[in-house]
């Protein structure tokens, strides 16, 4: 397995993680200080999945002051989005769209890369860019342009630009180190 696969399922993984937590937890609570365990919780897990790629990572493991400022805004950046994911789940979405809505932040990050950092996308990129918007679009129902007006709240707070940008965050954090 190449290394970069082995990355992509460990996030994938701590990204269900979160969302089922949040899901069994955000159906329990209705007050704002049950919404705010969850929060923590769910930030918690966050902390142990990073803490296991930094310790699993060989050699340096600081950086100069742009890579830890864009590490901060990298982690306020997965706090809105698991602001919105909760919100999300109370107000009826469905764990599987939204664990699915989450992972397609790849798509605005990979035109940030594109544009920020000058790099290329290539044939393969490109589709695999295709298909995850295709796979976006059926997994919601296949929805016409009237349909997609009228979506419920919890898909607008999933979907919200705000909620992508911790991608951008982890290009900028990338490139920092």
């Keep these: 397995m190449h290394k970069w696969m082995k990355w992509t399922v460990l996030e994938a993984a701590s990204k269900t993680v979160v969302r089922l937590l949040q899901k069994v937890l ?9 919404v705010s365990a969850v929060i923590f919780l769910t930030g918690f897990v966050q902390l142990v999945m990073g803490l296991f790629g930094l310790l699993s990572k060989r050699g340096e493991k600081t950086s100069d002051l742009k890579g830890k400022i864009g590490a901060v805004a990298f982690g306020l950046g ?45 044939p393969r990129q490109w589709f695999g860019l295709g298909v995850g918007l295709l796979a976006g679009y ?25 909620c992508q940008t911790p991608t951008l965050y982890e290009e900028l954090y990338a490139a920092a180190v």
Aim: net charge positive; glycine share 8%.
């Design 26 to 34: 955000g159906d329990a609570t209705t007050t704002l200080g049950g």
């Design 78 to 122: 997965a706090v809105w989005c698991n602001v919105c994911a909760l919100f999300a789940f109370q107000y009826g979405g469905d764990v599987v769209v939204i664990t699915f809505l989450t992972t397609l932040s790849m798509i605005p990050g990979a035109f940030l890369d594109r544009f920020w950092f000058k790099k290329r996308l290539l």
């Design 138 to 162: 059926v997994i919601l129902g296949c929805p016409s342009l009237q349909e997609v007006r009228s979506f419920p709240l919890w898909v607008w707070l999933v979907l919200s630009p705000v």
